[in-house]
């Protein structure tokens, strides 16, 4: 059996309850503690393999993003780690691959449009962000990996 496509929000449980935690958080911000915010955004994920987890992540961290952007380097981690645990060895890629999840023709979950405007315009931004997360997460990969050896 082939994966499913996700791109339509409408389709998954958990989907539909984030959009409407998204939309509780962003009428009354007060309400919404930033360690539940982080909380309620990873209890979305599911699993998956590392590239459509990638585009699950950005999809689903984006719009959080863009509503509390002091939280943004510990959202990111998400997808970057899976990047990395997929093979990406540069650096250089991490923002071309959110981009990418923006862009995509067929996504496997699309972002939604608060995401995707985030996605486009301010990830960009955050190069050097995006840089620093990749170079810690992938010396933990490696320290890990080192310790089972």
């Known amino acids: 059996m082939g994966l499913r496509n996700m791109a339509d929000w409408s389709y998954s449980r958990r989907l539909v ?3 409407n935690f998204y939309a509780r958080a962003q009428l009354d ?3 919404v503690s930033d360690d539940d915010f ?3 955004i990873t209890q979305t994920f599911w699993a998956t393999n590392c590239a459509c987890f990638v585009e699950q992540a950005f ?3 984006a719009p959080g993003c863009a509503m509390r952007p002091h939280l943004v380097r510990e959202l990111i981690a998400h997808p970057i780690e ?3 645990a997929g093979g990406l060895d540069d ?3 991490v923002i071309r691959q959110g981009i990418w999840c923006a862009t995509k023709a067929e996504p496997y979950v699309e972002p939604s449009p608060d995401g995707k405007r985030w996605l486009l315009e301010q990830w960009p931004k955050l190069e050097a962000v995006a840089i620093a997360v990749f170079r810690a997460k992938f ?3 490696e320290r890990g990996i080192e310790g089972r050896n």
């Open 17 to 19: 309850e984030l959009e």
């Open 29 to 31: 911000p007060d309400t």
């Open 38 to 40: 982080i909380r309620k």
């Open 59 to 61: 999809a689903i961290i």
């Open 82 to 84: 899976a990047m990395i």
């Open 91 to 93: 650096e250089q890629e």
């Open 139 to 141: 010396k933990e990969l």
